[in-house]
């Protein structure tokens, strides 16, 4: 595909301007304010361009979900913060971005029947799918 530039950095420090699309998958969480990437992505995106966020549902880390990883058989757990519905309407505006929409994944059968680790979320909220624009 010609015109697909794919680039990989800092989210903090992004490039500036020139990009059509920004994803953010299961990184915010990690951020406990969310100004410093929002208004990174937003100078990093061309006027009109959409940021696309994946995000850890809420209601997982209330259940006690968090970003973590083992190594030599001890597990270690990753600073992480929740971030909700209203707090993704009221921050992207500030950001520089009109809200586009927001919903919620939920785990179903068949995600279970794929990733088992999700069984004990079945009928949960797993994801929240937030697309925003930059405001021109």
């Known amino acids: 595909v010609e015109r697909v530039r794919l680039a990989v950095g800092d989210v903090t420090a992004p490039p500036d301007g020139g ?3 920004a994803l ?3 990184v915010l ?6 100004d410093a990437p929002l208004r990174a992505a937003a100078a990093a995106l061309a006027p009109g361009g959409t940021l696309q966020l994946f995000e850890l549902h809420p209601a997982w880390w209330h259940d006690g979900g968090r970003a973590h990883y083992v190594v030599d058989g001890s597990e270690r757990a990753l600073a992480s913060w929740p971030h909700d519905e209203p707090e993704f ?3 992207l505006p500030a950001c520089g971005f009109e809200l586009v929409r927001i919903a919620g994944w939920y785990a179903h059968e068949s995600a279970c029947d794929r990733s088992p680790k999700l069984r004990k979320r079945l009928g949960k909220p797993i994801l929240l799918d937030v697309t925003a624009r930059r405001a021109r």
């Open 24 to 26: 953010f998958c299961l």
């Open 29 to 34: 969480e990690h951020f406990e304010r969310l």
């Open 89 to 91: 309407a009221r921050v």
């Open 19 to 21: 990009f059509e699309v």
